[in-house]
T-cell receptor, first 112, second 114 residues
Framework: SQTIHQWPATLVQPVGSPLSLECTVEGTSNPNLYWYRQAAGRGLQLLFYSVGIGQISSEVPQNLSASRPQDRQFILSSKKLLLSDSGFYLC???????????FGQGTRLTVV | AQSVSQHNHHVILSEAASLELGCNYSYGGTVNLFWYVQYPGQHLQLLLKYFSGDPLVKGIKGFEAEFIKSKFSFNLRKPSVQWSDTAEYFCAVISTSGTYKYIFGTGTRLKVLA
C-alpha cells in the first residue's frame, strides 16, 4: 500500500535560518506531488506542485522553494526564513490520473 | 485562473439538522471535484468525489454532493448531522486537462451541538 512520510512534525527556527522539510512517498511511482500551507480561514494554499523529477511549478511568489531530486521525494526549502513563513505545511501526492490526494501528517513551523 | 470558493466559513448546527455547504469553482475546462474532511487532530481524508456520470454522488457517513455544471457548483449535503460530524470541510478541484493543480477552497468549520 502507498504511504507518505513527512518530517519533522514540528520545527522551531530562528529568523534568517535555512529550512528543509522533506516528504517521501512509498508504494507508487511517478506521483504528482504537492506542498500546501494550511492557515485558519485560508484553507490549503497551494505552494508548489511537481509532475516529475526536477519539474517544479510555483503557485505563490514567496521566500520558499521546492525541489524533487528523486521520483518520490519532494523537498521544501528556504535559504533565510521570515517570521511570515510560520505555519502548517502539508505534503500530498496523487496519481497522475487526477484522483484522490493523500496527505502527510504535516509540519508545524514556527519562526521566532 | 483555477479557483474554488466556499461560501460558509463557520456553520453551527444542532444534531439532526440538515446540512448544505456551498462550493463553487472557476475553471473553463473539465474538472474532477472532491470534498475532504478534517476531523480535529486528524489528517485530511476524502469524503466523496465526482469524475463523471451521475451528478449526485454519495460518500461516506451519509454525505452526498451534487454537481451542477451550469452553476459551476458542487455543494455538500447531509440530511441529518451528528455531533461526530464536527470537523472542517474542504472542497477541491483538479482539472483533467493536464495542469495538475489540485486546488482547495478555504474550508468550512462545522460545529454540531449535541
Amino acid at each position: 500500500s502507498q504511504t507518505i512520510h513527512q518530517w519533522p512534525a514540528t520545527l522551531v527556527q530562528p529568523v534568517g535560518s535555512p529550512l528543509s522539510l522533506e516528504c517521501t512517498v512509498e508504494g507508487t511511482s511517478n506521483p504528482n506531488l504537492y506542498w500546501y500551507r494550511q492557515a485558519a480561514g485560508r484553507g490549503l494554499q497551494l505552494l508548489f506542485y511537481s509532475v516529475g523529477i526536477g519539474q517544479i511549478s510555483s503557485e505563490v511568489p514567496q521566500n520558499l522553494s521546492a525541489s524533487r531530486p528523486q521520483d518520490r521525494q519532494f523537498i521544501l526549502s528556504s535559504k533565510k526564513l521570515l517570521l511570515s513563513d510560520s505555519g502548517f505545511y502539508l505534503c500530498a501526492w496523487e496519481t497522475q490520473r487526477n484522483t484522490e490526494a493523500f496527505f502527510g501528517q504535516g509540519t508545524r513551523l514556527t519562526v521566532v | 485562473a483555477q479557483s474554488v470558493s466556499q461560501h460558509n466559513h463557520h456553520v453551527i448546527l444542532s444534531e439532526a439538522a440538515s446540512l448544505e455547504l456551498g462550493c463553487n469553482y472557476s475553471y473553463g475546462g473539465t474538472v474532477n471535484l472532491f470534498w475532504y474532511v478534517q476531523y480535529p487532530g486528524q489528517h485530511l481524508q476524502l469524503l466523496l468525489k465526482y469524475f463523471s456520470g451521475d451528478p449526485l454522488v454519495k460518500g461516506i457517513k451519509g454525505f452526498e454532493a451534487e454537481f451542477i455544471k451550469s452553476k459551476f457548483s458542487f455543494n455538500l449535503r447531509k440530511p441529518s448531522v451528528q455531533w461526530s460530524d464536527t470537523a472542517e470541510y474542504f472542497c477541491a478541484v483538479i482539472s483533467t486537462s493536464g495542469t495538475y493543480k489540485y486546488i482547495f477552497g478555504t474550508g468550512t468549520r462545522l460545529k454540531v451541538l449535541a
